[in-house]
């Protein structure tokens, strides 16, 4: 008797599975980690104040708790994205699930602020193994066309949705237990989703290739010190010598890594990935939105929470909408992207997260919840839902199987880099506005103020309220007239970028474009 082969013996299992709806739990495995690695980049942001008087942080080195995630995060997703090409999607994702409840029991645990911020540090380098191969398996789990482009909306609405449910998660685990459960949560969510990806998640086909080392050294690099740049302006001002020196390292890591990258057989960064224009127009327009998107979650949890005085729990429920917006947004562009393209909903969403923008710069002292924050995020939210679809989409369009990772981790990348970037700008902007009108309202509290409020404005060089609301109103108003400009900008983007051909709107639809003779099979076609 002949005796199948292990690959013969599978198939009708994986058949059976998919016809079981195993597609459906597979989506939920890979947007459960998703989820999970998005919103630990917001889940801490409620807990900062908790977890300063906690661990003894001063209120400079509290910001490098955000930034220690992020900058691991974005630094190294496109060394995880390769990963998952040369040993397997599947199982680099379940490594880097697993390396990510690790590193959030250890933060949770953590007894002083060095602890914490190394715990921060390797959540992200889990994060950056886990996220880019989960956004390639949707590529190779699902079927081109209607089925997959219901699974990028899924995908994009979790990744947008993320931050918003990050607040409120936060706001919950703060009110209810304390600080340490926004780390403490990960652990069993993380470890069923590594039980549950084996059974419900298909490994990949390996590309045999070498990791580049000095590339992802030298990205990361270069990306830390342009992003402390930033930071060390907003703190020391633009003629700091040490923010001179970090731009001007940068400049020349970067420079090495594209050199090293150009010279490179195997890449992480395959540049000629940029010499297609709708790619690198997408790119661009992720580096914008990512930057918006992430100091409207920024500068709107500082105002909910010390102008309108929310509590934690309150703050997190204000955003709830957002995330059932981009959910909306998502599901919109998922339906009609295959008629209309993607171009339409790359312009109107940016179009909608720049009306968003500016309409929050009218806020002051005395706007209210209902009448000035939730509007404007509601249609903030429905630009970025239609947004992150089609992005999703185009920057995996048209890309070889076995550069799908890096593809997808250079999207992650860029909207990471983008979010610290912009959000470093947006708080220069911000310090550079709070401390002019500070200047205003210093003689007024000087003459109102009683001896009470003196003694604490002395202790803390803080103004208190109302005064102190005025400035941090007037700064945050600013801050969001340059958070509308990046939006805008990402709109422009698209009208002059991005150009979809008929038989890119053909594949979108279900269709298969005709190829090259001998030229290598893409994401976009039959796998």
Not at 270 to 289: E, Q, V
Not at 407 to 436: D, E, F, H, M
Request: net charge positive; hydrophobic share 50%; glycine share 12%.
């Amino acid at each position: 008797m002949t005796r199948s082969s292990p690959r013969s013996a599978a198939a009708p299992r994986d058949a059976a599975r998919d016809k079981g709806g195993g597609n459906v739990m597979a989506l939920f495995v890979i947007a459960s980690c998703q989820l999970m690695v998005v919103l630990d980049i917001t889940i801490v942001n409620i807990a900062l104040p908790h977890i300063q008087s906690a661990l003894d942080f001063s209120t400079t080195s509290l910001s490098w708790v955000v930034n220690a995630y992020t900058l691991t995060f974005g630094g190294l997703l496109l060394l995880g994205g390769r990963a998952g090409d040369i040993l397997g999607r599947r199982r680099v994702f379940i490594v880097g699930v697993l390396l990510f409840v690790v590193a959030s029991l250890l933060g949770g645990l953590a007894q002083n602020s060095g602890q914490l911020l190394a715990a921060r540090a390797l959540q992200g380098v889990g994060g950056a193994i886990a996220s880019p191969t989960s956004l390639a398996l949707i590529s190779t789990t699902f079927r081109e066309g209607p089925e997959r482009n219901r699974a990028f909306g899924v995908f994009a609405a979790v990744s947008a949705g993320g931050g918003a449910i990050g607040l409120l998660a936060g706001g919950m685990l703060v009110e209810w237990l304390n600080w340490r459960w926004v780390l403490f949560v990960n652990v069993p969510i993380g470890i069923l989703i590594a039980l549950a990806a084996p059974r419900w998640i298909k490994e990949s086909e390996r590309h045999p290739g070498r990791f580049d080392i000095t590339g992802a050294l030298t990205s990361t690099a270069g990306m830390v010190l342009l992003v402390y740049g930033f930071i060390r302006a907003a703190q020391d001002g633009w003629r700091d010598a040490l923010t001179l020196a970090s731009f001007g390292a940068a400049v020349v890591v970067l420079v090495v890594f594209v050199l090293v990258e150009r010279r490179s057989r195997q890449p992480i960064t395959p540049l000629h990935m940029f010499a297609d224009r709708n790619r690198a127009g997408t790119y661009g327009i992720m580096l914008c939105l990512a930057a918006a998107l992430f100091g409207m979650f920024f500068f709107l949890t500082l105002f909910v929470q010390n102008v309108l005085d929310f509590s934690p729990l309150r703050a997190g429920l204000a955003f709830l909408p957002v995330s059932a917006v981009i959910a909306v947004g998502a599901g919109l562009a998922s339906r009609f992207l295959p008629v209309y393209g993607p171009k339409p909903f790359m312009v109107g969403g940016g179009v909608l997260a720049a009306a968003g923008l500016a309409w929050l710069t009218l806020t002051d002292v005395h706007s209210t919840y209902a009448g000035s924050v939730l509007g404007p995020m509601l249609v903030f939210g429905l630009g970025m839902g239609m947004e992150f679809v089609s992005l999703t989409l185009m920057a995996l369009s048209n890309v070889r199987v076995r550069e799908s990772g890096a593809a997808s981790g250079l999207l992650n990348a860029t909207q990471q880099v983008g979010g610290s970037l912009g959000l470093s700008i947006l708080v220069t902007v911000y310090g550079t506005a709070s401390s002019n009108e500070a200047a205003k309202q210093v003689p007024l509290f000087l003459r109102q103020a009683n001896p009470a409020e003196l003694t604490q404005f002395r202790r803390t060089g803080q103004l208190p309220s109302p005064w102190g609301d005025e400035v941090l109103a007037h700064g945050v108003s600013a801050a969001f007239v340059m958070a509308a400009v990046f939006a805008v900008l990402a709109a422009l983007i698209a009208v002059l970028a991005i150009q979809v051909r008929p038989s890119d709107l053909e594949r979108l639809q279900g269709g298969s474009a005709p190829e090259a003779a001998g030229e290598e099979r893409t994401v976009s076609g039959e796998e």
